[in-house]
Nanobody
């Protein structure tokens, strides 16, 4: 089992920045994928960014150039740096993980992940 705990959410004005963190504990995998997903009220949960144990990253088109996913293996922590935030980025953000390297479109699909955090709220006002 893997436990994931997100932090760093909050309220910012449009154009601002936030950095989300996801602390992982429990089982460890030599090969893995981790991702950030978000879900706005009344909408499906969507993939935002993903990274795997090889350091390969993927981003949703809506956040490319604004968000950066990274990891600190020594701290077992995943990050999402969010810049130039827009009101449409408002959502609950979730960290996810699986003990496998996901390929292609599976990297940003919610059914490609096994473990989930409880989420952290991000609100962007105009």
């Amino acid at each position: 089992q893997v436990q994931l705990v997100e932090s760093g959410g909050g309220s910012v004005q449009a154009g601002g920045s936030l950095r989300l963190s996801c602390a992982a504990s429990g089982a460890t995998y030599s090969s893995y994928s981790m991702g950030w997903f978000r879900q706005a009220p009344g909408k499906e949960r969507e993939g935002v960014a993903a990274i795997d144990s090889n350091g390969s990253t993927s981003y949703a088109d809506s956040v490319k150039g604004r968000f950066t996913i990274s990891q600190d293996n020594a701290k077992n922590t995943l990050y999402l740096q969010m810049n130039s935030l827009k009101p449409e980025d408002t959502a609950m953000y979730y960290c996810a993980a699986i003990g496998a390297v996901q390929m292609g479109t599976w990297r940003l699909r919610k059914d490609g992940y096994r473990y989930w955090g409880q989420g952290t709220q991000v609100t962007v006002s105009s």
